[in-house]
């Protein structure tokens, strides 16, 4: 006959640990699931921009720090920051490139491919979640 054998303060002292541990690996896996988005944002526009283009606005793709929201909840936000050398707000130029002007016709990257990638930022954050709880729980 099999015996098992649970020793439940250890259990009790891993769960509590994961309690602990969990705002660092809700900001890992966020910022996982970001680095995936800025990644195929980054793809999108390469293939959208002419070959005269100074690359700027690629240079100024990035993801902000992870914090927490008044609800609870862990964020980050993947944009453009900062100016080009003729003083235009990079983010203008996103935005003109995704929907369009009076002058120029639109060429959505940004929406494509936060779509495209949603699934996979999905898997990708749970499955970075529950590597951490298997460090902590041994």
């Given amino acids: 006959m099999a015996k098992i054998t649970f020793k439940m303060d250890d259990y009790a002292h891993k769960l509590n640990e994961v309690r602990y541990e969990m705002d660092d690996i809700a900001k890992k896996a966020v910022h996982e699931g970001a680095g995936i988005v800025a990644d195929e944002i980054r793809r999108r526009l390469e293939q959208t921009i002419s ?8 240079e100024s793709l990035g993801i902000t720090p992870v914090e927490m929201d ?26 003109v490139l995704e929907s369009g002007s009076s002058k120029q016709k639109k060429r959505p990257f940004v929406r494509p491919a936060v779509n495209a990638t949603r699934q996979k930022v999905y898997f990708k954050m749970s499955q970075v979640v529950d590597e951490e709880i298997k460090k902590i729980m041994g």
């Fill in 51 to 58: 070959n005269e283009a100074t690359g700027e606005l690629l």
């Fill in 70 to 95: 008044k609800r609870g909840d862990f964020n980050a936000k993947v944009g453009f920051d900062g100016y080009d050398s003729k003083g235009v707000p990079n983010q203008l130029k996103a935005r």
